[in-house]
């Protein structure tokens, strides 16, 4: 049997009254009553009704996550930052894992309406998908565009490419494979590769632009090339491992940038140079920016472009 307001009203001890101001953090209570209500509620395994409550124009204090995969060790950590600082204020997480499949994303857009969450995060890789021009929602972007109106939280990734280009270039190498996407938007994610272009251009040195989803790494690599400048750290160490079993001595005859440089990549592979996106700031600068909007939703919001750092191997 589902249970209602009331049941935990009285297992609390409590008014229905009080146990409603607990839920909706309004009032003030005693430490105590408010650890007796949530205590009742666990035990009696009570969920507020998000959806009800949107209804009576109260905030569901739900936030929905939307990221390519939570399998890339980087959107991982990410998305456990974002999820474990929003609880800290009082909201809850929908994590929905979009699959780089537009119809998956068009349906998980679909549910969180539904469940009228108060404001959504996303990293889509669907480009182009309509709903985001026309989403009613509070949405925040992190490094994508998708839609004029949505303010995107995003990293120095012109700077980050040039960090890239002049790792391999101080280490010799003169046959550099540019590992790129199909995004032909205008997400901030394209300026890492211009970064990287734009300094091995300046430095007069060769370079071969490859489609990551295209290229057969075990046929490609290590090929003609000393240097792949990788899309990120799990491809980086994919294509080091190619190398590696075709005899090559990583970071001195051939070298693999990656990028993105979570905490787990570092610390179990800190022989992997590569771009380091700081994630603490970057869950504090979406957050900020999803609640400002939430708050004023006509404001225009330009968030703080974050910076990056270069991890150097051990």
């Known amino acids: 049997m589902v249970a209602k307001l009331k049941d935990v009203a009285d297992l609390a001890g409590v008014s229905v009254t009080t146990v409603s101001r607990v839920i909706n953090n309004y009032g003030s209570l005693s430490k105590k009553t408010i650890a007796k ?11 507020p009704n998000a959806l009800a409550r949107a209804m009576q124009g109260k905030p569901s204090k739900f936030i929905g996550l939307i990221f390519p995969n939570t399998t890339n060790p980087f959107f991982a950590e990410l998305i ?21 499949n537009e119809q998956i994303e068009h349906d998980y857009l679909g549910m969180l309406m539904a469940n009228q969450v108060d404001g959504i995060i996303s990293s889509s890789h669907n480009l182009g998908i309509r709903e985001y021009q026309q989403i009613t929602s ?44 199909e995004d032909t938007s205008v997400s901030p994610t394209l300026n890492r590769i211009q970064g990287t272009v734009d300094y091995l251009t300046e430095h007069h040195v060769n370079y071969t632009p490859l489609d990551a989803k295209r290229v057969n790494f075990t046929e490609t690599f290590p090929g003609k090339y000393d240097a792949v400048i990788a899309n990120n750290d799990v491809q980086a160490l994919e294509i080091r491992n190619v190398a590696k079993r075709a005899g090559k001595k990583i970071n001195e005859d051939f070298v693999v940038t990656g990028y993105d440089g979570s905490k787990i990549i570092r610390t179990i592979e800190p022989d992997l140079p590569t ?10 600068e ?15 919001i330009e968030p703080e472009q974050l910076p990056v750092s270069f991890h150097y191997p051990e």
């Not at 456990?80 to 929003?86: A, S, V, Y």
């Not at 995107?152 to 190498?173: F, M, N, P, R, T």
């Not at 979406?286 to 225009?300: E, S």
């Open 80 to 100: 456990n930052d974002l999820e474990h600082r929003l609880f800290s204020i009082g909201y809850k997480t929908i994590i929905a894992s979009s699959a780089e």
């Open 138 to 181: 509070t949405v925040v972007s992190f490094d994508r565009y998708l839609a004029g109106n949505i303010p995107i939280v995003e990293c120095d990734s012109y700077h980050g490419g040039q960090l890239s280009a002049k790792y391999v270039v101080d280490h010799g190498a003169k046959r550099i494979a540019v590992m790129i996407d």
């Open 37 to 47: 209500v949530h205590a009742a509620m666990r035990e009696l395994n009570y969920q």
């Open 275 to 284: 771009v380091v996106q700081p994630i603490d700031q970057i869950a504090d």
């Open 286 to 300: 979406l957050i900020k920016t999803l609640m400002a909007k939430i708050k004023n939703p006509q404001a225009v």
